[in-house]
């Protein structure tokens, strides 16, 4: 199946190119639209299951074996980010069709969309350091249009700071290229898996600094996540839940890739778990202070970062694996969250929680598709969150790491006090009247991200199983080596 790996990002990029060809034939956009997306999560359940058989797919593009050539490589941890990221793709392209007309999008959302399912997909399976830059390039690219669709100049202001911070963040990640270029001689990511170990240790420490910095700018890790609580609220929502739920998310994987790949080390990282720590803490204590439901989200995203950022920094197989079933939790809850405020907004024209109340008695579903995310958010019993959150904590028992263990068990108490904020400012008290309803798709969108989030708690112990999996490929370099380089 190794022909899925470049098809998942050429197929998006060709579908792109001809929905802007047929010009404002919106059902014919929204049907190419449509089956592309779906594709690309058809590729990936597929290439999850063979990679779970222990034969991950790899593509040498032009047939030039590694390291000389383009590797694509879809092994256990990159299937299960496609696959969740290609479900969310989906479920919020039908969400946005539901908007078109009636929201701040226009003809063209469908190509941007595209080019942006496009450059996720490449950001994930590429294997090598060159072409992740081209990934995230065509990522933010598609990201910097879709934030200023129809927006007017206060909107355009906030979004400046994501575009000039995620500029100098790619220009910085030109410099370490070039860097680990000169002192390595290759990029492709298993071949340097290897050489790198080869180099003076301190600059080995340097150069895994500097990646750190680069990927925690787009991860948005504590201090590097100021961009974004003011750029993603200002965007349509179909476009912030999408933002939400994946490119951030993205930067955590590339993270936990480059980190354990190329600066593996023995025992927990003091600095990754400061770092986890303090993201965590930031982050709840900024949402705390917000009265929008889209602002108080948005800094739950900078705070929830710090919870896979612990699992990485403990450095274990059980600590990995309780950060990549984070991730996929992560994902699809805060997707969903985003989709609920989504809702919220069109019927009432704001997210402003001193100007809402009484959704519940008024419009029930929403309620009811709020509860269950919000509650996982928290880490609340038996969601999806309280799995990970408890899967994270055993490890941090277990290796006597009680400071972060603290941090994190205090950040889920502010997160449910937060939680509990919106519940009461927009769904109890004195009901206000609603300008519209809300359009049935956007409900059966949000529908299956909230049935998603309860499938990730209710298979639990399958996902926690395949999550130790992957992990323990991680945890050792030489198996991700041995899959790109054992045939050449």
């Not at 708690?457 to 395949?466: H, Q, V, Y």
């Amino acid at each position: 199946m190794s022909w899925l790996l470049p098809a998942v990002v050429a197929v998006p990029i060709l579908a792109a190119g001809f929905t802007i060809l047929v010009g404002r034939r919106l059902l014919l956009q929204r049907v190419v639209a449509f089956s592309t997306v779906g594709f690309v999560l058809a590729a990936a359940i597929a290439l999850l299951v063979q990679a779970d058989a222990a034969d991950p797919a790899v593509a040498q593009i032009g047939g030039w074996p590694a390291p000389i050539g383009i590797t694509l490589i879809a092994d256990r941890f990159a299937a299960i980010m496609l696959t969740v990221s290609a479900a969310m793709l989906v479920a919020v392209l039908v969400y946005a069709m539901a908007q078109l007309g009636r929201d701040a999008l226009d003809w063209w959302f469908h190509a941007k969309y595209l080019i942006l399912t496009a450059g996720v997909s490449l950001s994930i399976v590429t294997g090598d350091l060159f072409n992740l830059f081209v990934g995230f390039e065509v990522m933010l690219i598609a990201s910097y249009v879709l934030l200023t669709v129809k927006s007017g100049s206060n909107e355009i202001r906030a979004t400046m700071t994501y575009v000039v911070i995620n500029l100098v963040a790619s220009a910085l990640f030109l410099v370490v290229v070039a860097f680990i270029y000169t002192t390595t001689g290759t990029l492709n990511f298993a071949d340097l898996s290897v050489r790198i170990q080869e180099i003076d240790p301190g600059v080995r420490s340097a150069l895994g600094v500097l990646m750190l910095v680069v990927f925690g700018i787009k991860a948005a890790i504590f201090p590097l996540f100021m961009w974004l609580p003011d750029s993603y609220p200002t965007a349509p929502t179909p476009v912030t839940a999408i933002f939400a739920g994946l490119l951030t998310k993205v930067g955590v994987f590339v993270i936990i890739r480059t980190q354990t790949l190329l600066f593996s080390q023995e025992g927990p990282s003091t600095l990754l778990l400061l770092i986890a720590g303090a993201t965590m803490a930031v982050g709840v204590l900024g949402a705390i202070a917000q009265n929008d439901i889209k602002r108080i989200l948005s800094f739950h995203i900078v705070s929830q970062i710090g919870y896979m950022i612990m699992g990485l920094g403990l450095l274990s197989i059980a600590g990995l694996a309780a950060s990549i079933l984070f991730i996929t939790h992560q994902i699809v809850v805060k997707t969903g969250l985003f989709l609920v405020g989504g809702m919220v907004e069109e019927e009432h024209g704001t997210g402003a929680l001193d100007k809402i109340g009484g959704v519940l008695h008024r419009s029930p579903v929403i309620a009811l598709l709020f509860l269950p995310l919000a509650l996982s958010l928290a880490g609340i019993p038996p969601f999806s969150g309280f799995v990970a959150k408890l899967a994270l904590l055993q490890e941090g028992f277990a290796l006597e790491r009680w400071v972060i263990v603290g941090v994190s068990l205090a950040a889920s108490l502010l997160t449910l006090f937060s939680m509990t904020k919106i519940w009461g400012g927009v769904f109890w008290g004195e009901s206000t009247p609603a300008e519209r309803r809300s359009a049935p798709a956007m409900t059966i969108a949000t529908g299956a991200v909230v049935a998603m989030s309860l499938a990730v708690a209710l298979f639990a112990g399958p996902i926690t199983d395949l999550a130790a999996r992957a992990a323990a490929d991680l945890i050792d370099p030489s198996i991700y080596a041995g899959f790109v380089l054992g045939g050449n």
